[in-house]
């Protein structure tokens, strides 16, 4: 008798959905599906083998795959469905966009945490992940720390929130931003903000560090900004002054690098290649380099 409500027992557990996320790479993701499509069906023994990952890290990732909806699974078997396809055209192809809306709607964790962002995609300044955990636990969701740095990177890489470069908060990304006289009025703000402190002030601001707080402040791409100071530049030349900076100098190096993704390795298990850029540019017009910004008088 004993014996049997064991049994019963161990089966409620196994029916028991795992609240928590089992943290996996979006390279891994990519690698899994990859590997669905190359064999009729999946095991551990093949994944740990292939992926050079014990066994019970093979599990792991297997049933996080599954629970995202890119493998179906029988027993201890795991094989490739319809959306594997897609996903991996999506992925080879580098659209970006449809693997975040994928994630958006198969995916419950992806969507917690874009939906804590979106919360605060009004607010001044970004979320560290430790804010980001306090407001899961109020809306009863389901994102503990290890869950926010998981899908921070996938986010990140994927283009759709950024992390401030020199704070490390986190913030939701808008898709574009209209308004030259709201971009012009901040980036004044801003620069005297940088430009002046209680013992001394400075002409010449980075462009980087100034490019942080103008995307944050505004939840903008950094491809936007620099879309938009060229243009702000181009109608107040003489009242915004460009400075070039040396070729190498540490003042270039950010304490936390930009995170980005490609596609390699079509003719093995197809992967991802994840880079990490510390270096960090200024703005570029006619071919000419400026690292250094300062503002005498604008309109």
Same mark, same amino acid.
Do not use: P
């Given at each position: 008798? *004993?014996?049997?409500? %064991?049994? %019963?027992?161990l089966l409620v557990v196994n029916m028991v959905e795992r609240k928590t996320i089992r943290p996996v790479t979006l390279r891994r993701v990519v690698e899994i599906c990859s590997l669905a499509l190359q064999s009729k069906s999946l095991n551990c023994e093949v994944v740990s083998q292939k992926l050079r990952v014990s066994l019970s890290r093979a599990k792991e990732?297997?049933?996080?795959?599954?629970?995202?909806?890119?493998?179906?699974?029988?027993?201890?078997?795991?094989?490739?469905?319809?959306?594997?396809?897609?996903?991996?055209?999506? %992925?080879?192809?580098e659209e970006w966009n449809n693997i975040h809306q994928y994630f958006l709607d198969n995916y419950?964790?992806?969507?917690?945490?874009?939906?804590?962002?979106?919360d605060h995609?009004?607010?001044?300044?970004?979320?560290? &992940?430790?804010?980001?955990?306090?407001?899961? &636990? $109020?809306?009863?969701?389901h994102l503990n720390k290890?869950?926010?740095?998981?899908l921070a990177d996938w986010c990140e890489r994927l283009g759709v929130i950024q992390r401030h470069l020199y704070t490390g908060r986190l913030y939701l990304v808008k898709?574009?931003?209209?308004?030259?006289?709201?971009?012009?009025?901040? *980036?004044?703000?801003?620069?005297?903000?940088?430009?002046?402190?209680?013992?001394?002030?400075?002409?010449?601001?980075e462009i980087p560090l100034i490019r942080e707080e103008m995307?944050?402040?505004?939840?903008?791409?950094?491809? &936007?900004?620099?879309?938009?100071?060229?243009?702000?530049?181009?109608?107040?030349?003489? $009242?915004?002054e460009f400075s070039s900076a040396p070729i190498t100098t540490l003042a270039k190096k950010s304490p936390l690098g930009e995170k980005k993704m $490609?596609?390699?390795?079509?003719?093995?298990?197809?992967?991802? $290649?994840?880079?990490?850029?510390r270096e960090r540019e200024g703005l570029t017009i006619n071919k000419k380099s400026y690292y250094y910004l300062a503002i005498h008088e604008v309109s």
């Open positions: 008798m *004993l014996s049997v409500e %064991f049994a %019963f027992v990732i297997l049933l996080e795959v599954t629970r995202m909806g890119l493998l179906s699974t029988l027993k201890d078997l795991w094989t490739a469905n319809d959306r594997t396809n897609q996903f991996l055209e999506y %992925f080879e192809n419950q964790f992806y969507e917690e945490f874009l939906q804590v962002l979106q995609i009004a607010d001044e300044h970004g979320l560290d &992940i430790d804010a980001i955990v306090e407001d899961s &636990i $109020k809306l009863g969701l290890t869950a926010v740095e998981v898709d574009e931003l209209n308004n030259k006289n709201e971009f012009l009025m901040i *980036l004044v703000k801003i620069y005297r903000k940088l430009s002046s402190s209680s013992w001394r002030k400075e002409v010449f601001v995307c944050e402040r505004l939840k903008i791409a950094r491809k &936007i900004f620099d879309v938009m100071l060229k243009e702000i530049y181009l109608q107040n030349v003489g $009242k915004i $490609k596609s390699i390795g079509k003719d093995a298990i197809m992967s991802a $290649k994840s880079t990490l850029q």
